[in-house]
């Protein structure tokens, strides 16, 4: 059984399979197969279809399933930063957290915290800003990115496409020393 810890380094590129076609896909089974190789990753998101598609130690999403590593916070959202930044804290739980860019300014407080404390976490959102979904939404993605860009000491890195995602990864794990946003379009499966 492995543990993530500083002294790793991570190659995600040969991580993702090369047959499937959109990057969501491709990062989802880049963060199952490090799920499944660190035992103390913890997935985090108040997006339900996206953590089933996230394995845990068991393999499957359950309530009851005491080997699970994901944990769904569906409406506690605004406390979500916050939550993983103490689960880091307090155990030896390395927190990756998913959501979408709509509701990255819920996330300030715990990025705040995480950046001043230099917590290497990694934060993901799905820049979902002109979605079908997000139509009612008065701002856009640059507003968003700007609050982002405010916090001193947060690397938010964008990738492009499969290759740069898998950079960004691995920056994440081999590089970084403090909290990382990766901000890209994943397509709706998210």
């Not at 790793?8 to 963060?31: G, P, Q, S």
């Not at 916050?82 to 880091?88: K, P, R, S």
């Not at 290497?120 to 860009?149: G, H, P, R, T, W």
Request: net charge neutral; glycine share 4%; aromatic share 12%.
């Amino acid at each position: 059984m492995h543990f993530l810890n500083e002294n790793i380094k991570e190659n995600v590129n040969d991580n993702y399979l090369m047959n499937k076609n959109d990057l969501a896909a491709k990062l989802i089974t880049i963060m199952n197969n490090v799920f499944d190789k660190y035992k103390n990753t913890i997935a985090i998101s108040s997006l339900f279809d996206l953590l089933t598609k996230i394995k845990n130690a068991g393999g499957v999403h359950d309530f009851n399933n005491p080997e699970g590593r994901k944990l769904f916070l569906e409406m506690k959202k605004s406390a979500m930063g916050l939550i993983a930044c103490g689960i880091f804290y307090h155990s030896n739980f390395k927190p990756i957290i998913f959501d979408s860019l709509s509701d990255a300014s819920l996330f300030i407080p715990g990025l705040k915290q995480a950046a001043a404390n230099n917590l290497k976490m990694l934060f993901i959102f799905n820049n979902d800003l002109n979605s079908l979904k997000n139509s009612n939404i008065s701002y856009q993605e640059e507003e968003q990115v700007a609050i982002l860009n405010q916090i001193e000491g947060l690397k938010i890195l964008y990738p492009a496409d499969a290759n740069e995602l898998a950079g960004a990864i691995e920056y994440y794990f081999n590089k970084a020393t403090s909290p990382v946003v990766i901000i890209a379009k994943f397509n709706s499966s998210w």
